[in-house]
């Protein structure tokens, strides 16, 4: 998809579910927020936004890079996801900033 992406699109979504894989580990990562963020000065493609995103595993890390999510929805999405932790039952939360 080459469309500019916003919070509008994910909102909609949350809770929904997106495969990712990388190689050979694969994992469904739950979106879980979409965050407004603060923007700084008027010359703004799009408003800021945080995507938060917990998977179904406890063993399969991805590092931070780009990934492809893909929902049944939205299709297909390139998205750079940064690990920031685990819930309390040990599954990995991620994160993807949009600025």
Known sequence: MTELLTS??????I?????????????VLTLVGVDELRHRGPDVSRP????????????TLF?????ALDHPV?????????????EADRRFRYEAVFN
Do not use: K, W, Y
């Not at 509008?8 to 979504?13: D, G, I, K, Q, V």
């Not at 809770?15 to 994992?27: C, I, P, Q, T």
């Not at 800021?48 to 063993?59: C, D, H, I, Q």
């Open 48 to 59: 800021p936004f945080a995507l938060s995103f917990v998977g179904a595993s406890t063993e």
């Open 8 to 13: 509008e699109m994910f909102t909609p979504h």
């Open 74 to 86: 939205m299709g297909v999405n390139e998205i750079m996801l940064t690990p920031c932790g685990r």
């Open 15 to 27: 809770g929904s579910a997106f495969a990712v894989r990388m190689g050979d580990h694969a994992d």
């Open 63 to 67: 590092d931070q890079q780009m990934l």
